[in-house]
Nanobody, 116 residues
Framework: QVQLVESGGGLVQAGGSLRLSCAAS????????MGWYRQAPGKQRAFVAS???????SYVDSVKGRFTISRDNARNTVYLQMYSLKPEDTAVYYC??????????WGQGTQVTVSS
């Protein structure tokens, strides 16, 4: 069973920055496109950003220019650097493969709270 452990969240003021990390077991990071997802209060979990095995990236429009996804295959870790945070970025952030694997599980996520 693949384990995904997200960290790096916290409470920041609007305009602040955070860097999230996702440590994965096994070689899942080096062999899959990986992504970050987030779930805001009262909403469904949604895609935020992805990075392919070739390094190509994709972002939801609301974070383009503010968030940067990266990967370190040697460390089996995926990162999400977040700048110019807004209150609407408040959510629990998760990482996983893109697309999701059948039967895949989720980590505990990391809470990001942006105050206005």
């Amino acid at each position: 069973q693949v384990q995904l452990v997200e960290s790096g969240g916290g409470l920041v003021q609007a305009g602040g920055s955070l860097r999230l990390s996702c440590a994965a077991s096994g070689s899942i990071v080096s062999t899959n496109a990986m992504g970050w997802y987030r779930q805001a209060p009262g909403k469904q979990r949604a895609f935020v950003a992805s990075i392919g095995t070739s390094g190509s990236t994709s972002y939801v429009d609301s974070v383009k220019g503010r968030f940067t996804i990266s990967r370190d295959n040697a460390r089996n870790t995926v990162y999400l650097q977040m700048y110019s945070l807004k209150p609407e970025d408040t959510a629990v952030y998760y990482c996983n493969t893109v697309p999701l694997r059948l039967g895949s599980s989720w980590g505990q996520g990391t809470q990001v709270t942006v105050s206005s």
